[in-house]
């Protein structure tokens, strides 16, 4: 990300996964697999969000080893950490204060239209605390300190993304042009990857574990799991997500995983059974993860080399955040020394 007289900078892409268990093959669809697509066009950041997780109460040392394994595996899916900047959330103090600043220009009946904040708090009715209410704030703060253009994301964050911009423009529209106006990059075909168990819901890494298939299932567990997806009592292959929703989930998994559309995936697939369907999706999903995994088991053991990629990225994305902080500070008055 640095520029010199001779480069012409390229515009910024944003994104971040919560260090909060399992990565799931829906993560992975949603938004990892998109960010190696997108990534040679892009200067790009890639943030392991573990003040987000705070949302929901972490062990401390399982949201310590989520964090070095987040990292191994971005890393893994093909992500370059010394091009790219792939570092944690909470090394970055300027995303706190942005936080505040950005919270002075939100409205609390914004905040409480967003759908993650009502599903969030039916499912923790003991934990309804101020920070899962003020997420998306600290999530506008993470893409607007780094004047970000694109934010590749699943289908779930659209709202968030949408807040991000009323913010920035609110904000601008007072002080000028102190940040940039993302876009959300969502494609349509990989949006929301659902839960094997019950294909009406979205994967989710809190799901029990046969609903989800975690990027680091072994063969076997991805064969079982595929296996035992819920269909339907009909036997037709049809990409029909209201009406088919477990097979046409079999049929995005799959078309994202080879590469192609659910709509081809269904015309090669007619006159033949789900069990073939199933069978094919198992195969490639495990052929898509399985390098990943191997490489994946070489970094997160060299404990040294996470912690040196975090330290040094905490460093590149402090700079970059704090000129946008600063700018932010200026422009609404904070006595400057
Ligand atoms: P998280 O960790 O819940 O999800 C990480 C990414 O995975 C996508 N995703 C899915 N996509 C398709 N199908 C699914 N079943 C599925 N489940 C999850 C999510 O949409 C997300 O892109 N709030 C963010 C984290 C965040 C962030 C940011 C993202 C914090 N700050 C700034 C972008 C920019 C989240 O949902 O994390």
Redesign the pocket.
Known sequence: MTETATTVRKPIL?????P?GNI?L??Y???IRNFTLLEKDYDCLF?I?DL?ALTVRQDPAALRRNTAELTALYIASGLDPVKNIVYC?SHVPQHAELTWILSCFTYMGELNRMTQYKEKSAQHTDNINAGLFT?PV??AA??LLYQTNV???????KQ?LEITRDIAQRFNGVYGNVFVVPEAYIPKE?????SLSDPTR????SDPEDSLISLLDDAAAVRRKIRRAVTDSEAEILFDPEKKPGVSNLLSICAAMTGTTPETVTASFQGMGYGELKEATAEAVIAGITPIQERYKELVSDKTYISGILKSNAERARALAQRTLGKAQKKLGLYQI
Not at 151 to 157: A, E, F, K, L, Y
Not at 190 to 194: D, F, S, Y
Not at 202 to 205: E, Q
């Open positions: 944003y994104s971040g996964i919560q909060s799931t829906g993560n669809i949603g938004a943030a969000v987000h959330q997420y600290l999530m993470d893409i934010v590749p994301v699943g289908g779930d964050q968030h990989t949006a929301r990857i659902m979205k994967m989710s890494k």
